[in-house]
């Protein structure tokens, strides 16, 4: 039976580097959760066991499931039907094995059906999703997402939507609009506040939106009438189960075919405020994308993986001159050269995710309790090197 993790001796590497004790110590509380959750780790070998655990199901499932699917999907691609997209059939069948793997939400904390994973076992579940179908990872990946709710939104909002993403509920983030792509400081998409109804309503269009059609979505929006720039832009929480968002159409690219690039019109949709008003783009979209950067550089790191597999494979079977091609210097260099790059790119984004891991946790327990003087320089430490 193939398994994506087991057969990649690099990733074990990365994931038994001396910085994970500081972070598993750190995520862990110190294990204060063992006697709550049956399935909380004991001490750091009983965390770093469950990882293991864990990756070796990502694995099997990805080299069983996934990489198998790949191809059929993106022949097949998403469809979209009156109004709604609908995931080629092999897309669907990846989810659901994820899903029922318990593989949705695995960083949010247990009391909302999370695995309180690191982000470093996470973005190596992503790593190994991405070598199996790259376009799958940007829907499995979107639970990230979930993240900035877990910082950001009210304990009431955390309750209502954490749960349902540790269950399988997909996720989106409508920030792109046809005026606003890398300056999101024009995002016109407009949020009003009804005080009849205590609600507020988006109305406007988006466009490029990954998995646009998911069950929760993060929007930005202008709230703030009158103004043109960044500090007028909030961000809210979209529930498709309320209405009010169509797809109008699936962009047909030339790769990850399998991934839904949505363009979807809003007509007074009801959504809610996520954290405080005008902060939208200062300060949610930057943790947003922050984490969204980490799951597209695991993406690109299982790409590469892929590729040099296949053209490693595909070197020692081909024979030119009656001996395989990878025996001629020239071949066997660029094969090298391949390996070289993705060794050192895997290198990079283990580096940087446990520099984030350590900071975004200090963070979530600085709202906890006061940090120590330590604390708060290795925060600002980690926080400086991640940010490089
Ligand atoms: C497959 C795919 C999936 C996507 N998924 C999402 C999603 O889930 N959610 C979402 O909100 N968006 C998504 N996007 C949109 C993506 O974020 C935008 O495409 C991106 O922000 C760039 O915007 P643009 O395409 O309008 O290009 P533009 O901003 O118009 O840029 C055009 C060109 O100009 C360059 N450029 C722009 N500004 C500068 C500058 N200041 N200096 C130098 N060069 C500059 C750009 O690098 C680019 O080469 C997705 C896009 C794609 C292709």
Known sequence: MGNFYTDNPDLKFQLQHPLMKRIVELKERNFTEKDKYDYAPQDFEDAMDSYDKVLEIVGEICAEVVAPNAESVDHEGPKLENGRVKYATGTQVNLDALK??????????????????????YIMAADIVSRADASFVNIWGLQDCAETINEFASEEQKMRYLPRVCQGATMAMDLTEPDAGSDLQAVMLKATYDEKTNQ?????VKRFITNGDGDIALVLARSEEGTTDGRGLSM???????GGVTVRRI??????????TCELVFKNAPAELCGQRRLGLIKYVMALMNGARLGIAAQSVGISEAAYREALAYAKERQQFGKPIIEFPAIYEMISVMKAKLDASRALLYETARYVDIYKTLIHISEERELTKEEKEELKKYQKWADL
């Open 200 to 204: 507020w309503y988006l109305n406007g």
């Open 236 to 242: 809210f929480i979209y529930d498709r189960r309320n």
């Open 251 to 260: 962009e047909n690219k030339m790769g990850i075919k399998g991934s839904p």
């Open 100 to 121: 029922q793997a318990g593989l949705m939400g695995m960083s949010l904390p247990r009391r909302f059906g999370g695995l309180n994973f690191p982000i470093v076992p």
